[in-house]
């Protein structure tokens, strides 16, 4: 078995080869190590452009076009797998890339091509789920505007929410979204003694309500939430979910958390909602373009904490996110129940039961 492995500025290909050498050694020890984009910035440009417009609009890896022709196996973390790609590599049966996200992947296309398709749910969600819970507390209690106050001179005490500075005890939070990431903000606020009410349509209640939260429309939970915190996963149907009409909902001493995507935001709607003071404020990690653009509206209100997109990026996330891939990949290989496989139809094709026997040997 032949495999590439494509790092990045984020996760360097030494980590892929490492992960490759613990677990997926007995399968072959022919793999081509390779950096898609080495540069930080042009990483960052780059991923989110084929987040927002799909992996068909970047090119061929140079490393994928020389050694892809007779590779079995692909795996990177924000490498995009086209049908370009897939092109280039005719007998490509297995791409894995080491994190939730499939905004780089083809999956459709792999799946008519016989391709299985591999991600990592759930690599980044305790390092979300920290920050996003630190979102809440950074932007009610102005943690973030004190510290710049005094980094510039001035001992500031009043802010846009001085006369509703809120402690979290006692409050009702709403989550978008009960993936891996939405469970644990849930489970690590109930130190707090909050309310946590759920709107999520693919989980059962009773999957909800058995953790103590309960499930409700997000037109309800808008209304009545003090915090929304978003952790839904992006998909085309719902772009743009939280729109005007959604945030027009929300309580005037609300705060509004987006830690997941930009996208699942209409971006003018909550400008001017902070803006005019309908929200009392909200704390983003994510922008629709990124770097955020100096002539942001963002940069010029008061009650908005704003970071550079590092929820999930924590040395424990990264660092593990290639090993738990690979390690899922062997564990399918060798027989067992793999926990990472997006499209299962895959396993039933013939040329792929054939390809998979002569690779268990």
């Keep these: 078995m032949k495999a590439i492995l494509l790092g990045d500025a984020?996760?360097?290909?030494?980590?892929?080869?490492?992960?490759?050498?613990?677990?997926?050694?007995?399968?072959?020890?022919?793999?081509?190590?390779?950096?898609?984009?080495?540069?930080?910035?042009?990483?960052?440009?780059?991923r989110l452009e084929v987040e927002k417009r799909g992996p068909e609009i970047e090119t061929v890896d140079e490393l994928i076009q020389k050694e892809g022709k007779d590779a079995d196996v692909l795996?990177?973390?924000?490498?995009?797998?086209?049908?370009?790609?897939?092109d280039a590599m005719p007998n490509l049966r297995i791409v894995g890339v080491s994190r939730a996200g499939l905004e780089n992947v083809n999956v459709e296309e792999a799946t008519k091509r016989g391709i299985l398709v591999f991600h990592v749910k759930g690599r980044n969600a305790h390092a979300v789920s920290d920050f996003a819970i630190g979102m809440m507390l950074a932007e009610c209690r102005n943690i973030a505007r004190a510290f710049h106050?005094?980094?510039?001179?001035?001992?500031?005490?009043t802010f846009v929410n001085s006369d509703y500075v809120p402690e979290l005890g006692g409050k009702m939070i709403g989550i978008v979204g009960y993936g891996f990431i939405g469970h644990l903000v849930a489970k690590k606020l109930s130190g707090f003694e909050v309310d946590v009410q759920v709107y999520d349509p693919y989980t059962p209640a009773e999957e909800i309500e058995k953790n103590g939260c309960r499930k409700v429309e997000l037109d309800a939970l808008m209304k009545t939430s003090d915090f929304v915190t978003i952790h839904a996963r992006l998909t085309e149907a719902n772009k743009k979910m939280i729109g005007?009409?959604?945030?027009?909902?929300?309580?005037?001493?609300?705060?509004?958390?987006?830690?997941?995507?930009?996208?699942?935001?209409?971006?003018?709607a909550l400008i001017a909602a902070l803006r005019d003071k309908k929200i009392m404020g909200a704390a983003l990690d994510v922008f629709t373009t990124e770097p955020i653009e100096e002539t942001s509206e963002y940069l010029k209100l008061d009650n908005v904490t704003l970071t550079t997109h590092i929820a999930g990026t924590t040395a424990d996330a990264l660092h593990n996110s290639p090993y738990l891939l690979a390690q899922d990949v062997a564990t399918f290989l060798h027989?067992?129940?793999?926990?990472?496989?997006?499209?299962?139809e895959v396993i039933e094709r013939p040329a792929f039961k054939a390809w998979l026997e002569k690779a268990r040997g």
Aim: glycine letters at 12%; charged letters at 25%.
């Design 10 to 46: 984020m996760i360097h290909g030494k980590g892929f080869e490492g992960a490759w050498k613990k677990h997926m050694a007995r399968y072959g020890s022919d793999i081509c190590v390779g950096e898609w984009e080495s540069d930080w910035d042009k990483l960052q440009y780059r």
């Design 244 to 268: 005007a009409h959604e945030i027009g909902l929300m309580k005037p001493t609300a705060y509004f958390i987006n830690t997941g995507r930009a996208g699942l935001i209409d971006q003018d």
């Design 335 to 344: 027989g067992g129940k793999a926990r990472f496989i997006v499209n299962p």
């Design 149 to 157: 106050a005094i980094k510039t001179g001035t001992w500031r005490k």
């Design 75 to 86: 795996m990177g973390l924000f490498v995009p797998v086209s049908s370009k790609v897939m």
